[in-house]
């Protein structure tokens, strides 16, 4: 293991998301909703990475995501990887794909468009325009949505914050 992994502790069993966009860990968690749970986590904010300068990692101790979480990670950070860890060892490792369309996951805030529409409930579904920088289009009203405004849907709440922190 190198010195760089080393700056922030293994986890007996959980997750670890790796190679997240600088900067994006704390939208991550709190979008996906896992700053809710109360497991410990370990975020590290701009680590040095030789492949792309710089990224984000967080550990999730006792966690393991869900597809909805991992579907609204590879559409804030589309680089990152996914490692499963039980008794200290990586026993799964995933990349992240952009799905072409989004369904579900995002809110639409044109208040006409009809996945508003709550006499007809239907479900939102996005199309990716542009990866990088993130540009999705709703396929219902056209409106488009750059990264900084898009909304998830929001998830039950269960309460408790992160419980620790660390500065790399
Ligand atoms: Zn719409």
Redesign the pocket.
């Known amino acids: 293991m190198s010195q760089k992994n080393l700056r922030i502790d293994r986890i007996q069993k959980g997750t670890v998301i790796d190679h997240i966009d600088a900067g994006y860990a704390l939208t991550i968690l709190n979008l996906t909703g896992l700053d809710e749970a109360s497991n410990l986590m370990t975020i590290g904010v701009n680590v040095s990475s030789q492949k792309y300068g710089k990224k984000d990692i967080v550990k999730i101790e006792n966690v393991f995501l869900d597809e909805v979480q991992m579907a609204q990670i590879s559409i804030l950070s589309p680089n990152a990887t996914i490692s499963l860890i039980e008794n200290y060892e990586v026993i799964e490792k995933k990349k992240v794909e952009m799905p072409r369309i989004i369904k579900k996951l995002i809110v ?1 805030e ?1 208040k006409t ?1 009809i ?1 508003n529409s709550n006499k007809e409930p239907i479900d939102t579904e996005f199309k990716v325009l542009e990866e990088k920088p993130l540009k999705i289009q ?1 396929v ?2 056209d ?1 488009i949505y750059k990264l900084n405004e898009i909304k998830f849907k929001p998830r039950r709440k269960k309460g408790k914050r992160v419980k620790q922190m660390i500065q790399l």
């Open positions: 639409c044109t468009c996945s709703c219902y009203c409106r």
